[in-house]
């Protein structure tokens, strides 16, 4: 079975790089846009067949959806991993989901442990990275 790549980013203290430190109302956008700044990559990247990626990061070849985890915003984390994998197929790189993680801790957990098996289960390798957003 191929491995996932599974890195965890926290963010409990927010780095100022010319955007406002995180807030708990913010979007997906809002946060992708973040991201990209703290994370050195590129927000919104324009394919060629017209779709957007939320992150590209030209060192390591990833391009990345971001997307909710929780209960609050739809369970998208699914959706999320189909269209990390299409960016990747129409990008020619790696496929990467960023899961933002709205809810509490048991509820965040078990998103992520979801995620992990379902990609495991069906052999899928992606970059995985979480993000703590409240």
């Known amino acids: ?60 070849n990833t391009i990345y959806e971001v997307d909710w985890a929780g209960k609050r915003h739809g369970n998208k984390w699914a959706e999320g991993i189909g269209q990390a994998l299409y960016y990747a197929q129409e990008y020619g790189g790696k496929p990467g989901l960023v899961l933002l993680l709205d809810g509490d801790y048991e509820e965040n957990y078990y998103r992520t442990l979801l995620v992990v098996r379902t990609l495991q289960k069906h052999g899928v390798e992606i970059e995985f990275r979480t993000v703590k957003v409240d």
């Open 1 to 60: 079975m191929k491995s996932v790549q599974f890195a965890i980013a926290l963010l409990t203290t927010a780095l100022h790089f010319g955007h406002p430190e995180p807030a708990a109302d913010w979007n997906e956008n809002d946060w992708t846009q973040y991201l990209a700044q703290k994370w050195d990559m590129e927000a919104e990247h324009r394919l060629p067949g017209g779709s957007r990626a939320d992150l590209l990061d030209r060192v390591s």
